[in-house]
């Protein structure tokens, strides 16, 4: 396949930025996007450019480092993958394709396709967790059952991969599908009760701080979603969040 | 010349761990808030040690080349975690888990390191729930275990075929509290680039900020390194694109022993390589092989077919097909160790029988475990008749939930859809048992420089059974280096802050600034990627699934030469001081053409074939085991720890005689 791609270009967080063509040939179907930009890179080298930087790391989808907003979609047109997983069977001989960072207040541009994503980090810190150390003296792990629909269900708010697709995504750029993953996970298993009410203040006060918007029902963030997190997640990060404050 | 002294404690195996804890030195939480530790990489070994060593009172720092703590490569492991809990009362014990990870390792690990992690295994599991942890249950809501390679018990937890993502968010939440409140300072998108030496000792190391470019100098009591595996000197792994040997590299040219560089582990279920675009491979859990069948065309004549696309693996009856592995190995069938495996899958491909255009494939159906399953999920909704598309139907929702992520991923890269026809997997480079050489206390042979997790060498042996690396990682930093660096640092109590201006720190700083200066002023013609390409395939034809001599021979004169050809010939585009990821990738490629010259001298000096590591000239030729691989403990029950002396080629070899007290030597049967 031949594209055109029109990449987003910035030198760095005070640079302006902008959008620069590309022509690349020879691409393979089976290859994957980010394998497509590192045959583009090697060109660029060798014509004696400087390489697009873009985030990645495991490239089986689970690690959360790689991010693009494709044809102005977080993560490409496929659904349920992220972008080290789209491959280029999804496009079509001739195409011309946009790559442009992931865009939100709380994400700057760190160098061209790469943004700063530590927000998502300090949030965690103000609650993201249970208060237990490692003394290896807690309970036998059996001693507490979990009703499986509980633990299945905190599981599925526990696949957040933080990507930042979600916020990326949102008109507001808000964070609440990713706040309310965690929230939810500890939510719905008894060993995250003692500290809900804190947690759920702490982490949304967190959110606000780092700039991220508010959520307006329009449920993008979760039809982007490379890991299918559902909407309920905001709703019992609400409510979750009403009850700490009455 | 430094002296091999293990260390392990004096007693008998099941009472070591627990006198040896009742009698080292303690530092008092008062003294620990003056004593700072340095932990590199934040993976399940690195973040389990941070956020302990934070809890007991230690100030830590902290230091991932990722932009997250989270995004290390343990977010990526799939399967399970043992745990010697015998919750299913299948007859598990510590003794058992000890035994069976001592057998696949094929008899190359240190006893007493093997049987405490066995120990501590059970206290994870405990630990991780206690965390939030999300492990898989039954209707009772007790804990759910599966069964991996290697073992006839099932004493594998796992949350769906994330179980590294998901223990890695549990240390990760736990660092977290520490970061938060202020006892882990984190340094994200950083890289170590070399380690700091002080009267001997391990005082701090030098990074590079890979968003500005900066170089800094941190320094600590005690340096811990917990960098991960080197699997990415075969270029194409399962490991993630910037998983590099050189923090373990920078510590062994400054002293701390190499162990065992050639056991590496190639793990049978991932996706066969596509083409020459290829950057990764992706790995398939082996805990498919608990429902999935392996096998390959009987007859050469279906092979050929299937390669042209004349015939269907589906349109293949029972009797034209090579249940390979059950026909082999009876006893444990799908679920032989990994390293079993892989030599068989290679076996069938290289005798003609692989099933994809490159030849380099095998099927694992899952068609038996839809239809088996579907009965059963017929049966307890009362249908005790049911049709065939019904048992289809219930089978699919089954292997769904148990491996619908995988599947999935399966679908997305082949474009194929696994619950139609059997997948193809063929073996690929996945995790490295051999790393630094460490003692019973997890130290280098450098005073106060630590090795935990995947980087060092000691608890697998010369192969690594599923679901224990993330025990190991786990073990090694809740359980086990608390401990044993607390003994070390008892003694730095009056030591005071180590400052930073001292020339040793000036020295290594100016060290790595040279080689950066180096690297972007070269005036080279070929990009990093061409010399890491071309040293993976040295390695993987040479050094890989099977080996002899004289490749061994050939590898090492053409890493060489490949290392002096990048020397003059590489080429970085981009400036020192800003985001550089040709620049980062450089010194890790240039750390790993040094590495793969020791890997393959270490496969030459080790003449026998044991675990991953498998020598063409030594293989049993006759009896039940003919065509298997043969070890030889009279002349090689050792561990192989490698100290540098400037060139890979002159490194000269220790040797850790290991002893067997409480397992009896024995071939590893699986028949």
């Known amino acids: ?246 | 010349m430094a002296v091999l002294d293990s260390k392990v404690p004096k007693g008998p195996i099941a009472e070591k761990w627990t006198s040896y804890k009742n009698h080292i030195d303690l530092v008092n939480p008062a003294n620990k808030r003056n004593i700072d530790v340095i932990v590199v990489g934040t993976g399940l070994a690195g973040g389990s040690a941070a956020a302990t060593l934070a809890e007991l009172g230690y100030n830590v720092k902290a230091f991932a080349y990722q932009d997250s703590p989270r995004r290390a490569h343990s977010i990526a492991a799939q399967g399970g975690i043992n745990a010697a809990k015998n919750y299913q009362g299948d007859g598990d014990s510590t003794y058992r888990l000890f035994y069976d990870t001592v057998k696949g390792g094929d008899y190359r690990a240190r006893e007493a390191n093997v049987y405490r992690l066995a120990e501590v295994s059970a206290n994870i599991i405990d630990q991780c729930v206690a965390q939030g942890v999300p492990f898989a249950r039954d209707y009772g809501g007790l804990l759910d275990n599966r069964s991996f390679g290697g073992v006839l018990v099932s004493r594998t937890f796992y949350a769906k075929g994330q179980t590294g993502q998901q223990l890695l968010l549990g240390a990760y939440s736990a660092m977290n509290r520490q970061i938060g409140r202020g006892k882990i300072k984190m340094y994200n998108r950083h890289e170590m680039m070399d380690v700091v030496l002080v009267d001997g000792k391990a005082r701090g190391i030098i990074t590079r900020n890979l968003v500005t470019g900066e170089i800094e100098r941190h320094s600590a009591h005690a340096v811990v390194i917990a960098s991960g595996g080197y699997g990415n000197v075969f270029f194409l792994s399962t490991n993630a694109m910037g998983s590099n040997v050189s923090a373990s590299w920078k510590i062994h040219k400054k002293g701390a022993f190499f162990a065992n560089p050639c056991y590496t582990q190639i793990h049978p279920t991932c996706i066969p390589v596509s083409g020459d675009h290829q950057s990764k491979l992706t790995l398939m859990s082996e805990s498919l092989r608990n429902d999935g069948r392996i096998w390959v065309p009987a007859k050469l004549e279906d092979a050929k077919a299937i390669r042209e696309g004349k015939k269907k693996p589906t349109d293949l009856s029972e009797a034209e097909r090579d249940y390979y592995l059950e026909r082999r190995y009876p006893a444990f069938g799908n679920l032989v160790p990994r390293d079993v495996a892989s030599r068989a899958a290679k076996e069938r491909c290289d005798a003609g029988f692989g099933v994809n255009a490159t030849g380099e494939a095998v099927y694992l159906d899952f068609a038996d475990a839809i239809k088996r399953y579907g009965r059963e999920q017929a049966l307890i909704h009362g249908d005790h008749n049911p049709t065939a598309e019904k048992i289809d139907k219930l089978g699919k929702e089954v292997v769904k939930a148990k491996y619908g992520n995988l599947f999935q991923m399966y679908d997305k890269i082949v474009d194929e859809n696994p619950y139609e026809t059997p997948m193809m997997i063929y073996p690929a480079v996945h995790y490295t048992m051999g790393g630094t050489w460490v003692d019973y206390n997890l130290m280098t042979t450098i005073p106060g420089c630590y090795c935990i997790g995947e980087a060092n060498f000691s608890d697998h042996g010369a192969n690594r059974l599923g679901a224990s690396a993330l025990m190991q990682g786990l073990a090694d930093g809740y359980f086990v280096l608390p401990y044993t660096i607390g003994d070390y640092l008892s003694k730095d109590i009056r030591t005071g802050k180590i400052p930073t201006d001292l020339p040793e720190f000036e020295e290594a700083e100016k060290s790595v600034k040279d080689q950066i200066n180096f690297f972007v002023n070269n005036n080279g013609t070929k990009s990093v990627d061409h010399f890491h390409k071309r040293l993976g395939k040295i390695m993987w034809d040479k050094v890989g699934m099977a080996r002899n001599a004289k490749g061994l021979t050939e590898a090492m004169a053409e890493i060489k030469a490949l290392r002096e050809e990048f020397w003059k010939e590489v080429k970085v585009p981009g400036a020192a001081d800003t985001y550089n990821e040709e620049l980062a990738k450089a010194g890790r490629v240039a750390d790993f053409l040094e590495l793969g010259e020791l890997f393959a001298k270490d496969a030459l000096v080790r003449e026998e074939s044991c675990g991953g590591h498998f020598r063409e000239e030594s293989a049993e030729t006759e009896g039940p085991q003919e065509g298997e691989a043969k070890r030889d403990d009279v002349n090689f029950a050792f561990v192989s720890a490698w100290e540098y002396k400037g060139e890979p080629a002159d490194a000269v070899l220790h040797k850790e005689q290991l002893e067997f007290n409480d397992i009896e030597l024995k071939t590893r049967s699986y028949k």
Not at chain 1, 28 to 49: H, K, T
């Open chain 1, 1 to 246: 396949m031949k594209l055109t791609l029109k990449i987003w270009r910035q030198k760095d967080a005070n640079d302006k930025g902008q959008m620069v063509d590309y022509n690349i040939n020879d691409v393979s179907p089976d290859m994957s996007f980010l394998e497509m930009l590192d045959v583009l890179n090697e060109q660029i080298i060798n014509e004696g450019g400087e390489p697009v930087a873009f985030d990645h790391d495991c490239r089986e989808g689970i690690c959360g480092m790689c991010s693009l907003f494709i044809n102005g979609e977080a993560h490409g047109p496929d659904r349920g993958i992220t972008t080290c997983q789209l491959h280029m069977r999804k496009f079509k001989d001739g195409d011309t394709i946009y790559i442009e960072p992931f865009r939100a207040k709380a994400f700057p541009v760190i160098k061209d396709l790469v943004v700063d994503r530590s927000a998502f980090d300090r949030i965690q810190h103000q609650g993201g967790f249970i208060s237990v150390n490692t003394s290896g003296n807690t309970q036998d792990a059996n001693s507490l059952p979990i009703s499986k629909h509980a633990a299945d269900e905190a599981m599925d708010a526990a696949t957040c991969i933080g990507c930042g697709a979600c916020v990326a995504t949102c008109k507001n750029s808000s964070a609440m599908l990713f706040v309310g993953a965690k929230v939810s996970q500890y939510a719905l298993l008894p060993q995250g009760q003692v500290e809900a009410a804190d947690r759920v203040r702490n982490m949304v006060a967190q959110m606000d701080a780092e700039g991220f918007g508010n959520c307006t029902n329009t449920g993008a963030c979760e039809v982007e979603c490379p890991k299918g997190i559902s909407l309920d997640n905001i709703a019992r990060m609400n409510r979750e969040f009403f009850k700490a404050n009455i």
